[in-house]
Structure formats: structure tokens, C-alpha cells
């Protein structure tokens, strides 16, 4: 559908498109339909745009993934379908790899994932034929790549739904999180949690890495980070 761009909620409802598109296109999952407006909702009381928490917590993910022996960025259909292009930028910005790695697996949306990152330009793509699991976990999130997530000493990752994040965690890794809602498994188990838009968050992060802006990461404290965005929530909602 053409929205114009005159509508008060015109990148809302692009966003939305996109993600319907992608769903059409067998990437997003039909729970991504549903994750999506879930972050819609927090987007809308974090006030739709990056908070001076999410920048400070981009800025110690960067470090981690610039100083990491082996960076990996986890991509799973949201990703894909909302912001393929600045992903694959932010891996090559970064020098990570990515990896696609998803709950709701099925090998057609792996396929159709891995086309579509391509397109974007993205090289070698890992978790396309994984050889390893993640202990602990029951589901197809569990299956990795040897290369990539299972020896990953700093892992990225979007969109995620909560029980992954500890399980890296249990394995050693440093755990970045992208999650609007400040309140979630995921969010709290993080040591990195950037509570932001994926669409403004990532190319954002590219944007930091080729300004050569120092990183500063002395004193980070995520739970700081978390209380910063849950009192912006409240703000927003008291002001209306
Ligand atoms: O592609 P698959 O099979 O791996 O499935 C992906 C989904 C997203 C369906 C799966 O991981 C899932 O069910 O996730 P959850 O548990 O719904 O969690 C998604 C989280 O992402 C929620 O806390 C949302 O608030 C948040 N979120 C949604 N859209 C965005 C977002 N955070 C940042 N940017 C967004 N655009």
C-alpha cells in the first residue's frame, strides 16, 4: 500500500509495510508480525526516537565488537526484513560476522534470509548449515556455526527473545542486546542492552564507527542503562 508521506505516522506505518513484505516473502515468521508491534508499543513511549541511553550503550557495544577476537552479529527474520543493508554495513564496519539464527527455523526462511543479505551485499554468511548447539537449549535456536556463534567471544544480538541471551552468557560470551522493551528476560540478562529502534539503532552504530569517535566504556552499568529507559517511559507517559 502507497502511504503518504504527509501522514502523521508515516515511518510507523513503513516500518510496517516492510515487515508485512518481508512476512510475505517468507522471512519474518508469523510471530515476528507480533514481536513487531510489541516493539512499536515501547517505541512509542521511548518517544520514537534514539535517547541519550541507547547512545551511550551503542557506544560500549561498538568498543566491545571493535576489540573482540571473534564478533558476531546475530540476524533473524525482523532483522532481515527491517534492515538487511545497514546490517551487513554495520558487519563489515565492525568486522564481524554474521549469522543467521532463528526460533521459528525452517530451512525455506533460512534460504530466503541468507538471498536477501546477499543481495545486500553480505559475503560470507554463517548458521546457514550449522555444525554446533548451544548448550542448554531445548529449541532451533540452539544450532550454530562452530566459526562463528559457538566460538564468538562478543555476540550481537537483535530481536531476541530472551533465553539465548543466558545461555551465551553461560558459555562466557559478552552479550549485546538491541530490545525496546527495557523491561524484558532479554534486556535484563544482557551486559549491553541498547533499548532502540533496530531501524535507527544500527545504521546509527555505523555512523559512530566511521566518525573514529573515541569509545569510552570506564564505568558502564547496564542497570543504570535499564532504570534510564524505564524513567523516559514513565515521563512519557506522564506528560500525556
Ligand atoms: O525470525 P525468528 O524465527 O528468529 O523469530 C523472531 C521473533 C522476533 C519472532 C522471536 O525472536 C520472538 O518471538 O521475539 P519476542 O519474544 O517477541 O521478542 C522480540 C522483542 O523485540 C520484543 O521485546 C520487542 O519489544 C522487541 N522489538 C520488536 N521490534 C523491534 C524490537 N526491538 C528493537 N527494534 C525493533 N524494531
Known sequence: MEIPKSHPRYVSLLLRE?????????????????????G??????????????????????????????????????????????????????????LEINLFYRTEARVQKIAEKLREAG???????????????????????SRDGMYTADVVFVPLEDGDRVEALKKMGKFVIALDLNPLSRTARSADVTIVDNLV???????????????????????????????KKIWEVLSEH
Open 40 to 97: 512499536e508499543a515501547f517505541d512509542y513511549l521511548i518517544g520514537e526516537i534514539t535517547q541519550p541511553f541507547a547512545l551511550h550503550a551503542m557506544k560500549v557495544a561498538l568498543h566491545h565488537m571493535l576489540n573482540a577476537k571473534n564478533s558476531v552479529i546475530s540476524v533473524n527474520g525482523n532483522v532481515c526484513a527491517l534492515c538487511a543493508g545497514d546490517i551487513v554495513k554495520l558487519a563489515r564496519a565492525t568486522n564481524s560476522k
Open 200 to 230: 535507527r539503532a544500527v545504521p546509527k552504530m555505523v555512523e559512530i564507527v566511521k566518525s573514529g569517535e573515541k569509545l569510552e566504556i570506564e564505568g558502564y552499568d547496564n542497570g543504570a542503562i535499564l532504570g534510564a529507559a524505564k
Open 18 to 38: 516492510r515487515i508485512i513484505e518481508g512476512w510475505k516473502e517468507g522471512i519474518v515468521a508469523d510471530a515476528g508480525l507480533l514481536a513487531h508491534g510489541r
Open 122 to 144: 553480505a559475503e560470507k554468511i554463517f548458521g546457514v548449515n550449522p555444525d554446533a548447539r548451544i548448550p542448554g537449549l531445548e529449541h532451533l535456536r540452539a544450532l550454530c
